[in-house]
């Protein structure tokens, strides 16, 4: 069974950092475009960052772009979002997911195909 488990959350004040992790089993998570979203409650999921598989080609979110990095580690099958400069306003909980393998990871959470249960991310002011 693919699973895909997110850590690296908690409370942290603006400004603060925070790096997330999602550990994959069941699947080389390396063989495909991988992407992080998050969603606040009553509110639509939104993309955050993704890393395509083919040329390791990076993509983010207009609201986290210099703050927020995206990478991945294939010897340890794990996914990574570094998270710095954290406003309130990223508060919400944080999902990994894995899509196909491509050149351009899309921005679209319909694209992907598995997806872990979140971290909580929360950031006072």
């Known amino acids: 069974q693919v699973q895909l488990v997110e850590s690296g959350g908690g409370l942290v004040q603006a400004g603060g950092s925070l790096r997330l992790s999602c550990a994959a089993s069941g699947l080389t998570f390396s063989s495909r475009n991988m992407g992080w979203f998050s969603q606040a409650p009553g509110k639509e999921r939104e993309f955050v960052a993704a890393?395509?598989?083919?040329?390791?080609?990076?993509y983010y979110a207009d609201s986290v772009k210099g703050r927020f990095t995206i990478s991945r580690d294939s010897a340890k099958n794990t996914l990574y979002l570094r998270m710095n400069s954290l406003k309130p306003e990223d508060t919400a909980l944080y999902y990994c997911a894995a899509g196909p393998s491509s050149r351009s990871a899309s921005v679209a959470p319909n694209e992907y195909h598995y997806w872990g249960q979140g971290t909580q991310v929360t950031v006072s002011s």
């Open positions: 890393i395509s598989w083919i040329g390791s080609s990076t």
